[in-house]
Antibody, heavy 122, light 108 residues
Framework: EVQLLESGGGLVQPGGSLRLSCAAS????????MSWVRRVPGKGLEWVSA????????YYADSVKGRFTISRDNSKNTLYLQMNSLRAEDTAVYFC???????????????WGQGTLVTVSS | EIVLTQSPGTLSLSPGERATLSCRAS???????LAWYQQKPGQAPRLLIY???SRATGIPDRFSGSGSGTDFTLTISRLEPEDFAVYYC?????????FGPGTKVDFK
């Protein structure tokens, strides 16, 4: 059974940093591109970032480019999102997700974690 | 990037009624790479439909998708109590993949 478990969310001040993790199990992690998707309160879902199975290719939404960094450790079956220079508008529930169809930066998502809440506020 | 709009914003219906949700793209979606998700409060999104009309594993046949190009539809033939939720469309034919703003199906 595929399982994705996020951690690392919390309350952080504007301008601060946070690192999210997503522990994966139940599938061959290194064979799958992975993404971060967020749900912003009062709004909808927004794709944030994606990384290829090998980690060689990374992609970012314009809203986070230059501030967020996606990475993975295939030996630990873990996905990461380093978030720097956080803003109030980054407040959201962050999900890690993966699937089988499409490309690394444009894929449908069969599997989702339960999400971790990031709140950016002073 | 492709912008998706969904209508209506809210759909108020009763159990047993038919729900018709619309998703329109700002440009043609390649290969009908259009997906639909259901999300309930406090839960992760759940994939319902991919490729515009193919049901994901375990999805009941009361859910159906149709459309191509720029216009897509999700139909729930007879609403069950567990179907009241927010529904999002997503295109994954052009990079980056993008989501629509969602349609909330609530109780009339």
């Amino acid at each position: 059974e595929v399982q994705l478990l996020e951690s690392g969310g919390g309350l952080v001040q504007p301008g601060g940093s946070l690192r999210l993790s997503c522990a994966a199990s139940g599938f061959t992690f290194s064979n799958h591109a992975m993404s971060w998707v967020r749900r912003v309160p009062g709004k909808g879902l927004e794709w944030v970032s994606a990384i290829s199975g090998s980690g060689a290719s990374t992609y970012y939404a314009d809203s986070v480019k230059g501030r967020f960094t996606i990475s993975r450790d295939n030996s630990k079956n873990t996905l990461y999102l380093q978030m720097n220079s956080l803003r109030a508008e980054d407040t959201a529930v962050y999900f890690c997700a993966t699937g089988y169809r499409g490309t690394t930066s444009a894929m449908s998502f069969d599997y989702w974690g339960q999400g971790t809440l990031v709140t950016v506020s002073s | 990037e492709i912008v998706l709009t969904q209508s209506p914003g809210t759909l108020s219906l009763s159990p047993g009624e038919r729900a018709t949700l619309s998703c329109r793209a700002s440009q043609s979606v390649s290969s009908s790479y259009l997906a639909w998700y259901q999300q309930k409060p406090g839960q992760a999104p759940r994939l319902l439909i991919y490729g515009a009309s193919s049901r994901a594993t375990g999805i009941p046949d009361r859910f159906s998708g149709s459309g191509s190009g720029t216009d897509f539809t999700l139909t729930i033939s007879r609403l069950e109590p567990e179907d009241f939720a927010v529904y999002y469309c997503q295109q994954y034919g052009n990079s980056p993949g993008t989501f629509g703003p969602g349609t909330k199906v609530d109780f009339k």
